[in-house]
């Protein structure tokens, strides 16, 4: 069965994700400490991935966000078939992106992907494509993506989730309501709880 949520149901995926070939990396400190994420702009691909990233010749294709920017010329044809979405780690800058392409709305889906969840930036992420860069399109969520996270991931403007492997979609579907009346406003919807319900006195 799919583990994939799009727009409120489960669904098969059409879509394949390009990855990076593997490079072995290095253990990094940081005062003293291993630091288990990527902090926010570091440079983790090499001119050698990106050159030798393999792209299927068909079908929809996800490609790393850094695979893009440098072959862009590659995919114009297929961006114009609607066959090409792009994928970011939450490390990296969608303002490279959006220095090679005026209009996000170019792509029928940008993700984001998840490597380990320690942190919030996916929400972050997910804020500014929705309101700075008005995507209107299809915004996944998928890697370390889990139950709890996804009524925050919807209200952060995601609308599509692939849960990880080892967890039930269902049961995930149904965290989309754990909450009725939410009291801050976010993207999916801007009015705070007190301007949205009329309260008797």
Excluded: C
């Excluded at 390009?18 to 691909?45: D, H, I, S, Y």
């Excluded at 299809?138 to 890697?143: E, I, K, L, P, W």
Aim: glycine letters at 4%; a neutral charge; aromatic letters at 10%.
């Amino acid at each position: 069965m799919s583990n994939l949520i799009l727009n409120n149901q489960i669904v098969e995926d059409e879509w394949t994700v390009v990855q990076l070939p593997k490079v072995e990396q290095e253990v990094r400190m940081q005062a003293g400490k291993v630091v288990m994420f990527k902090l926010t702009g570091e440079n983790t691909v090499t001119a050698e991935q990106i050159t030798n990233t393999q792209v299927p010749a068909t079908g929809k294709v996800l490609i790393p966000l850094s695979v893009y920017v440098a072959r862009k010329n590659e995919f114009t044809s297929r961006l114009a078939n609607q066959e090409v979405g792009i994928w970011l780690a939450t490390h990296e800058v969608i303002d490279s992106l959006a220095a090679v392409e005026t209009d996000l709305n170019v792509f029928p889906l940008i993700a984001v992907y998840v490597e380990r969840f320690a942190d919030g930036r996916i929400f972050t992420i997910g804020n500014l494509l929705r309101t700075r860069f008005q995507f209107k399109n299809t915004m996944r969520a998928f890697g370390d993506v889990l139950r709890d996270q996804l009524f925050f991931l919807k209200r952060s403007g995601f609308n599509s989730y692939l849960i990880r492997a080892d967890r039930s979609a269902e049961e995930a579907l149904h965290s989309l309501k754990d909450f009725t009346q939410p009291y801050q406003g976010a993207v999916d919807n801007s009015q705070p709880v007190w301007r949205r319900v009329a309260r008797s006195l």
